[in-house]
Nanobody, 125 residues
Framework: QVQLVESGGGLVQAGGSLRLSCAAS????????VAWFHQAPGKEREFVAG????????YYADSVKGRFTIAKDNAKNTVYLQMNNLKPEDTAVYYC??????????????????WGQGTQVTVSS
């Protein structure tokens, strides 16, 4: 049984930082493509950042480049999302997801096999 458990969300002022964690059980993350998505109220789910399970390259949405960093700790079987210089528009529920590595875009959420339950991030202005 695969389980992804996110943590680290909360309320922060604009300009602040948070680090999200996604701990996996039932699968070894080193073998998977991993990604973070977010969904704001009334909006569609959007890709935030990902690490390819094939190349290990990292990819970011334009809106978070230079502010967010995704990293994977294989020893802890955990993926992190360091979020700096947070903005009110970053407010959303953040989800981690994993999929078997393939050559298709990391941005396509429907291709992911497993999802966490989400963690709320709220950025006040």
């Amino acid at each position: 049984q695969v389980q992804l458990v996110e943590s680290g969300g909360g309320l922060v002022q604009a300009g602040g930082s948070l680090r999200l964690s996604c701990a996996a059980s039932g699968r070894t993350l080193s073998r998977y493509t991993v990604a973070w998505f977010h969904q704001a109220p009334g909006k569609e789910r959007e890709f935030v950042a990902g690490i390819s399970g094939i190349s290990t390259n990292t990819y970011y949405a334009d809106s978070v480049k230079g502010r967010f960093t995704i990293a994977k700790d294989n020893a802890k079987n955990t993926v992190y999302l360091q979020m700096n210089n947070l903005k009110p528009e970053d407010t959303a529920v953040y989800y981690c997801a994993i999929k078997i590595p393939d050559y298709q875009s990391l941005h396509l959420g429907h291709l992911y096999d497993y999802w966490g339950q989400g963690t709320q991030v709220t950025v006040s202005s």
